[in-house]
């Protein structure tokens, strides 16, 4: 695994650089969000994918979210309706994961076997410098072993990995973030909008915007 410390040694925007070209070659970067540190790979990518779940030791009938840096990227992607999109724009950028209805173009090795796909837009300046230089969607789970607690210091996730035979690629290393829960999880797919995990710092803003809607 390499390391770049992009607050002492490596400018964001040169790691950015070199994190995407791994994505390019169906290799796997640990990157900041603002929640938690993410595992990226190229979600059009078979062999990505199929890394992506050897490193984190996940089943591959387990849906991936994926992040996305704009509200066209997420229409190429999902089905999203006038309504629903008032309520993305609402949320996003921000710890929001919105499921919606996936469209044809998107891998069922990405949703778990699913119609529906979990998208999301993380309000973090390397998240937008990713994106934008490798100009797709990337999968946005969290960067750690499936069943053990994700971490905020990204020194603690490179000594769990080196432990492990499938190892990611690369490490953007962004300092221990503050501490944060999870991204909160909206189901969209139905009439009405469904909370299935839901970030306590985020309950206030996601209450007010959603306060109209007939939410369970």
Known sequence: ???LDIRNNFSPELASKEAALVLFKSGAVVYPTDTLYGLG????????????????KRPAAKPVPV???????????????YKQEEVLKSLWPGPFTFVLRKK??????????????ALRIPD?????RLLADFEGPISCTSANV?????????????????LEKHQPDLIVDAG?????????VIDLTASKPRILRINPTSKERLMSILGAMNVK
Do not use: H, W
């Open 1 to 3: 695994m390499k390391v």
């Open 41 to 56: 790979v190229n979600v059009f990518g078979t062999a990505a994918m199929r890394r992506l779940f050897l490193i984190k």
């Open 67 to 81: 992040m996305v840096s704009s509200m066209a990227m997420a229409k190429a992607l999902a089905v999203i309706d």
């Open 104 to 117: 044809s173009v998107v891998p069922y090795l990405v949703t778990g076997g699913k119609d529906s796909l």
């Open 124 to 128: 973090n300046d390397f998240c937008k």
């Open 146 to 162: 499936s069943g053990e607690e994700p971490s905020v210091n990204p020194r603690e996730i490179q000594k769990r990995f080196e």
């Open 176 to 184: 221990t973030l503050p501490l944060s829960d999870p991204s909160t």
